[in-house]
């Protein structure tokens, strides 16, 4: 089992992919040269990090696509990595809810890449769900008790759905997740949906994923 972080790097040049990967042969690294590309590979892949460059093949503008990479991978860091970036750009990047974690210059020093990486693998993810609840417990919104036992339910019933589907290895049962859950089968489908879009699970274990049919038999 391959246990090195893995980056999924979204770049078009070729010189500088050849350079991240002998400056980071310590990760497991994936590219992709678009970002279509790279939101193609989601459901199959679940990196620990993303390292984004602006400019990309076809025209695409990295920025363009990270509200959907947030959307898909909330709590997976994400460093962009850019000459063609203003200042302004680069404060609306690292502010909001779908925001990059790191914003590096081109050319990129090497080293400020690495340690960034190693900072985002190790006070980011997980780190950063815990400090997400801890600052809804400090809005004193009245329905922050509600929204923290929500998320926290749905994050408790999602890793044993993961857990089931993988033990057992065939396709969930929505019928029968719904009843020992509790929920009904529309939440269970949301749940199976979220897991493949982060890449927890194969697509090929719930089809119908992307258009699923509630009133349908199991």
């Known amino acids: ?40 590979l989601l459901p199959r892949l679940q990196p620990d990090a993303l390292v984004l460059d602006h400019v990309l093949e076809n025209g695409e503008r990295g920025l363009d696509f990270l509200p959907q990479f947030k959307e898909l991978l909330p709590h997976i ?20 809810p779908r925001r990059a974690h790191y914003c590096l210059p081109k050319p990129v020093d090497i080293r400020e890449l690495r340690h960034t990486i190693e900072t985002a693998l190790t006070e980011c993810s997980s780190a950063e769900i815990i400090r997400q ?61 979220e897991l493949i879009r982060r890449g927890q699970l194969p697509a090929a274990s719930y089809p119908d994923w992307e258009n699923p049919r509630d009133d349908s038999a199991d």
Do not use: C
Not at 77 to 96: D, F, K, N
């Open 133 to 193: 609840f801890e600052a809804l417990e400090r809005s004193q919104r009245i329905d922050a008790p509600e929204l923290l036992s929500r998320s926290t339910d749905r994050l408790a019933r999602q890793n044993e759905i993961l857990s089931h589907v993988k033990k057992t290895g065939v396709r969930p049962n929505i019928s029968a997740l719904a009843r020992e859950f509790k929920v009904a089968r529309r939440t269970i489908i949301r749940d199976l949906q």
């Open 77 to 96: 860091p994400v460093i962009i990595v850019s000459g063609a970036l203003e200042v302004r750009q680069q404060m609306a990047a690292l502010q909001g």
């Open 1 to 40: 089992m391959n246990t090195k972080p893995h980056l999924l790097i979204i770049e078009d040049d070729d010189l500088q992919y050849e350079i991240y990967e002998d400056a980071l042969a310590k990760f497991r690294l994936t590219r992709a040269q678009t970002g279509r590309a790279a939101l193609a």
